[in-house]
């Protein structure tokens, strides 16, 4: 179901985050609700990895519409990937996510890739090395500034890293984007299953949640 570029965002002003769309198609409202990122027991008898991931995109009629499970945990210490597993309701595989953490003392950025059924895969890094370059030398001791303030009550919060990530194909041609400072994604390619999209809006806000996550940051506890 091929469709025009599509602006993606998760809004966390309701019980439960929810992921909506807009575009051409949105309603009075100015966007469409593709579902709610409702956070679901893992299995582990609550000793779960910290990049383990269980959660459902629940849709109209409180049914899920994607379900994301951890294929593998990630190690920030030996660099290995946590990779998480999209299927449908039935157990059809939509598609694969893989997360690699940035290690700071070897210059490298936190990395995801998207891994679809239909044969997209796309690969994005977080921050562009420029601003990296930048935030190294100046932003980190600003940062470091401003977090001590925050601790003793007299500043807000300390300056962030780049956020922005730009998903792109083997031949570099870009399917999402990522905008942090507007905390929105483009869909620049209309042929990306909406489910998928909203399974990795999930998982990345997972991460990186918007500043208005409050307390559904890690959204909702089961």
């Known amino acids: 179901m091929a469709q025009g570029r599509m602006t993606y965002n998760v809004r966390y002003g309701t019980a439960l985050p929810v992921v909506v769309r807009h575009g051409d198609d949105a309603g009075r409202d100015g966007h469409v609700a593709i579902g709610l990122l409702c956070r679901t027991p893992d299995g582990h008898a609550g000793a779960a990895h910290p990049s383990a991931r269980t959660f459902d995109v629940v849709g109209e009629g409180q049914t899920a519409i994607a379900r994301v499970s951890t294929e593998e945990t990630g190690s920030r210490v030996s660099g290995r990937p946590a990779v998480y597993r999209v299927d449908d309701p039935y157990g059809a595989p939509l598609g694969r996510i893989t997360y690699r953490r940035g290690r700071a003392l070897r210059g490298a950025r936190a990395r995801w890739t998207v891994e679809s059924v239909t044969g997209h895969s796309v690969r994005g890094f977080r921050g562009r090395l420029f601003w990296w370059a930048v935030w190294w030398p100046l932003g980190l001791p600003v940062s470091l500034v401003w977090l ?70 890690w959204y909702a506890r089961p």
């Open 148 to 217: 001590l303030l925050s601790l003793l009550g007299e500043g807000d919060d300390a300056f962030g890293k780049p956020r922005r990530v730009i998903w792109r194909d083997s031949s570099r041609r870009a399917h999402l984007v990522f905008r942090g400072v507007a905390d929105e994604y483009r869909i620049l390619d209309g042929s990306w299953d909406p489910r998928l999209v909203a399974a990795l809006l999930g998982l990345h806000q997972s991460y990186d949640p918007s500043e208005g996550s409050g307390e559904n940051g």
